[in-house]
């Protein structure tokens, strides 16, 4: 063996540094989240306070339930770009049906649930349309939802319109709202609905034939095309996973704000995509887990909270949480490349 081959040999053996080992780590964001947290306490130590903490908690899981959604189209190499229009759209719907202020079902036993079944099915439905357009018409997913995300807005505007006067729907049934507002076991009911909703999103992922197929089309569409994965199915089934998340989430934010409201979500999107990609979700496509979104989800939210109590207009604060973005997509590159070296 020549002194070259001896040193490519040593070189591919060698041992990563701890510095390597923690950059490549699918943990380095909770590692993230602890050393930002530590470091940011000297500076706002009501950080620390139950109080917070708390706040920290209720802001993460609606938006980690959307989040969780976008984790799936990500990883087929999509982008949904409709989620906070699916939101409002879904929660004016559901208002309509129950509202005690001439509802469809209002003031009968089945407004909460009908309203229920509307609005996880509206999600659903728009997702999978979403689905349908990118697979069936072949544009990109980028083109259609931005399409959806601009005409679902109008629609939402023009359906709050034509139930009522004001700018929302209000008077909801005090059995929707508890979704949002009320706990069990001294736990927040949001924490235990986002729970169910992660824990079927990672079996799904990692358990099932789906999941293995969603890798396969982000890793190599054609190839898994080739490999008689049905390549359209499964990305309308994302699509509709995404739509059903953000449904989940609509639930969640029109209970705690007790209306249905046409500019609910309006102003998600980057907070969503952000968390995704922040976690370690690439945007190439076959690459994502759903225990990474909650840490990007995690990370995303301290920082925004951190930025607010240390007085930051908001400006300054989507400037950085914008910059912090694009730094965890730089991140994502440079690990890719290392990891596809062997280190």
């Keep these: 063996m020549s002194a070259s081959a001896v040193d490519r040999a040593t070189v591919g053996t060698r041992r990563p540094g701890l510095l390597t080992r ?10 993230l989240c602890a050393a930002y947290f530590l470091a940011i306490l000297p500076v706002v130590p009501q950080m620390a306070s139950f109080a917070v903490l708390q706040n920290v908690l209720a802001d993460m899981l ?17 982008i949904d770009l409709s989620v906070g229009s699916i939101i409002a759209m879904v929660s004016v719907a559901g208002a309509s049906v129950m509202t005690g202020d001439g509802g469809y079902l209002g003031g009968s036993a089945l407004a909460v649930p009908g309203a229920l079944v509307v609005m996880l099915g509206l999600g659903a439905a ?6 349908l ?8 997913p980028f083109i259609v939802t931005l399409a959806g995300m601009m ?3 109008g629609a939402a505007i023009w359906f709050t319109t034509f139930h009522t006067t004001t700018s929302s729907i209000a008077n909801l049934p005090r059995g929707f709202v508890v979704i949002g ?11 235990w609905v986002v729970l169910a909703l992660g824990l079927a999103a990672h079996v799904i992922l990692a358990r099932t034939v789906l999941g293995r197929r969603l890798y396969a089309i982000g890793r190599n569409r054609r190839t898994a095309l080739v490999s008689g994965v049905p390549v359209g199915r499964a990305v309308v089934l994302a699509f509709a996973i995404s739509g059903l998340c953000a449904a989940v989430a609509s639930i969640l934010y029109t209970g705690r704000l007790e209306t249905g409201t046409p500019i609910l979500g309006d102003r998600i999107l980057l907070d969503v995509i952000g968390a995704v990609v922040i976690g370690g979700t690439s945007l190439f496509g076959g690459k994502g887990k759903i225990v990474w979104t909650v840490f990007g989800v ?8 951190s930025l607010k109590m240390l007085g930051m207009s908001l400006f300054f604060v989507l400037a950085i949480k914008g910059a912090v973005i694009l730094l965890a997509a730089v991140i994502d590159a ?9 280190l």
């Design 181 to 191: 507002q009320g706990a069990a076991l001294g736990v927040a009911n949001s924490f």
């Design 298 to 305: 995690l990370f995303l939210v301290l920082l925004d909270t």
């Design 126 to 131: 728009l997702g999978a349309l979403n689905g």
């Design 133 to 140: 357009c990118v697979t069936r018409l072949s544009m990109p």
């Design 334 to 342: 440079l690990r890719t490349r290392m990891l596809a070296r062997g």
């Design 62 to 78: 609606p938006l980690l339930a959307v989040a969780i959604g976008q984790t799936f189209v990500l990883i087929i190499a999509g």
């Design 151 to 153: 005409f679902w807005s």
């Design 22 to 31: 923690l950059f490549v780590s699918e943990y380095l964001v909770l590692y």
